[in-house]
């Protein structure tokens, strides 16, 4: 595709829910990026995949918290048991170089909402 | 941990009028990046900058690296209503993939 793109735009759940929020990186770019963007807040780093492998998951908050990349493109970022503090936008990026210059092009991220 | 301050958080000004928005840090980021974003969409990229001092231009939108590489500004002459929204500035490091994001100066442009 044109961009990144992430479905669903919207999610709405209930405390203690399962959630999976998915990613379609730019064709042919290697790196890919999750982001936590709370309301009045810049997005918060959770976890970048360079190919299959997560490379860094420091960001993510705890175990409930998981992704993975089984092919090397298409993303999925799993939340068990939400909590109402998981409510946020979640923002997926994908670059061509997984150093600090390359440019990270987002997709328009998935509102989740936990009630 | 790095951390990124940007300040104003909020600035409401005059189409035609110009602003200045800052990004300051007290670590050193191999290179900064530059964001707009608006309202249900991404932050899309404005420009990048690497070398101390360096100044780029987009446009009405001048763009300066910090000679110590920890702070940067973005300046707007004759702003616009088509200006308003989310700049978001970002570090990134050499070895790292990802960037550590300020919070924002949300702009409105009143015509």
């Known amino acids: 595709g044109a961009g990144v793109s992430q479905t669903p735009s919207n999610k709405v759940t209930e405390k203690g829910k399962y959630v999976e929020l998915r990613c379609d990186p730019i064709s042919g770019h290697t790196a890919l990026y999750w982001y936590r963007q709370s309301l009045g807040q810049g997005p918060e780093f959770l976890i970048y995949?360079?190919?299959?492998?997560?490379?860094?998951d420091s960001g993510l908050p705890n175990d409930r918290f998981f992704a993975v990349r089984p092919e090397g493109s298409v993303s999925t970022l799993k939340i068990q048991r939400t909590e109402r503090g998981d409510s946020a936008v979640y923002l997926c990026?994908?670059?061509?170089?997984?150093?600090?210059?390359?440019?990270?092009?987002f997709g328009p991220g998935t509102r989740l909402l936990v009630l | 941990t790095q951390l990124l301050e940007q300040s104003p958080q909020f600035l409401s000004i005059q189409e035609g009028e110009n602003l200045t928005v800052y990004c300051n840090s007290s670590?050193?980021?191999?290179?900064l990046q530059w964001y707009r974003q608006e309202p249900g969409e991404g932050p899309v990229l404005l420009v990048t900058?690497?070398?101390?001092?360096e100044v780029k231009k987009l446009k009405r939108l001048t763009f300066q690296f910090g000679d110590a590489r920890k702070d940067s500004s973005l300046h707007i002459t004759a702003a616009q209503p088509g200006d308003t929204g989310l700049y978001l500035c970002a570090g990134g490091s050499t070895n790292a993939g990802k960037s550590t994001f300020g919070d924002g100066t949300t702009l409105t442009v009143k015509p």
């Open positions: 995949f360079q190919g299959t492998g997560a490379a860094d």
């Open positions: 670590s050193v980021f191999s290179s």
């Open positions: 990026a994908s670059s061509l170089s997984p150093t600090g210059t390359g440019t990270q092009y």
């Open positions: 900058v690497v070398t101390g001092g």
